[in-house]
């Protein structure tokens, strides 16, 4: 018969034999975890569930609606649209109908597919997606190759949004620290914002990985994404 304390070991949880309480995991580790990924648990999840929760509060209150994307996205999609560099750590695979698929490295593109085609004759739509992103990253401190990504768009603005977006992204990440830097006028890693450029804000306590929040505007809109785990990671 297995020894359970042994099997527990095995599996990367930390354990204390004298222990009879619970564990106290926030972040469950074990050998068939793929790297890169993660199994958050208890206050971990909970910190996390709360900060989206709060993020979903702030936008709707500035009148914007949630919408849910699938994962599993065709690859084409994000063909010239994400960059060489992102499009080489793309997860794509085959289904059974030989088709191109991939899982979404981000969701902008998705959205650009929608103004042309759902959204072509509304003006100033806004909207939020919360969506898990897949990158073939090195995984070190900040960076994952599964990780959440809270999306903010403006298909068709009939206005200059860029204010309005920078006071949105302010008071989310204001939800959990005030050490932050704002670059309106960086270079961005992602073919489709005009002429190449976009903000960024950056969180200097995570060092290398310190890009919490990136966007710009886009052919059909303007909008932008922020890390919800690199977020927690400033607190």
Same mark, same amino acid.
């Given at each position: 018969?297995?020894?359970?304390v042994?099997?527990?070991?095995?599996?990367?949880?930390?354990?204390?034999?004298?222990?009879?309480?619970?564990?106290?995991?926030?972040?469950i580790?074990?050998?068939?975890?793929?790297?890169?990924?993660?199994?958050?648990?208890?206050?971990?999840?909970?910190?996390?569930?709360?900060?989206?929760?709060?993020?979903?509060?702030i936008?709707?209150?500035?009148g914007?609606?949630?919408?849910?994307i699938?994962?599993?996205?065709?690859?084409?999609?994000?063909?010239?649209?994400?960059?060489?560099?992102?499009?080489?750590?793309?997860y794509?695979?085959?289904?059974?109908?030989?088709?191109?698929?991939?899982l979404?490295?981000?969701?902008?593109?998705?959205?650009?597919?929608?103004?042309?085609?759902?959204?072509?004759?509304?003006k100033?739509?806004?909207?939020?997606?919360? %969506?898990?992103? +897949?990158?073939?990253?090195? !995984?070190?401190? $900040?960076?994952?190759? &599964?990780?959440?990504?809270? *999306?903010?768009?403006?298909?068709?603005?009939?206005k200059?949004?860029?204010?309005?977006?920078?006071?949105?992204?302010?008071?989310?990440?204001?939800?959990?620290?005030?050490?932050?830097?704002v670059?309106?006028?960086?270079t961005?890693?992602?073919?489709?914002?005009?002429? %190449?450029k976009? +903000?960024?804000?950056?969180? !200097?306590?995570? $060092?290398a990985?310190? &890009?919490?929040?990136?966007? *710009?505007?886009?052919?059909?809109?303007?909008?932008?994404?922020?890390?919800?785990?690199?977020?927690?990671?400033?607190?």
């Open positions: 018969m297995h020894n359970p042994q099997t527990i070991l095995r599996l990367g949880f930390s354990f204390y034999k004298k222990s009879k309480k619970k564990l106290n995991v926030m972040e580790k074990t050998e068939l975890t793929y790297k890169g990924t993660r199994i958050l648990f208890k206050e971990t999840a909970k910190l996390k569930r709360n900060l989206i929760n709060k993020m979903i509060d936008l709707e209150s500035y914007y609606e949630e919408m849910m699938p994962v599993i996205q065709k690859s084409e999609i994000f063909s010239k649209k994400v960059g060489d560099e992102n499009q080489n750590m793309m794509n695979f085959k289904d059974a109908g030989d088709r191109n698929l991939c979404a490295p981000e969701y902008t593109a998705v959205i650009q597919t929608l103004v042309k085609d759902r959204f072509k004759f509304d100033d739509v806004k909207l939020f997606y919360i %969506g898990e992103c +897949f990158r073939g990253e090195r !995984p070190q401190s $900040g960076r994952w190759r &599964q990780f959440t990504q809270f *999306g903010v768009e403006i298909l068709n603005p009939s200059d949004y860029s204010d309005e977006l920078l006071e949105i992204a302010k008071k989310m990440i204001e939800l959990v620290t005030t050490n932050y830097e670059n309106l006028d960086v961005r890693g992602l073919d489709y914002y005009k002429e %190449g976009g +903000f960024e804000i950056a969180c !200097p306590a995570l $060092g990985a310190k &890009q919490i929040c990136g966007g *710009g505007a886009y052919d059909g809109g303007i909008g932008m994404g922020l890390g919800v785990d690199r977020i927690l990671m400033c607190k």
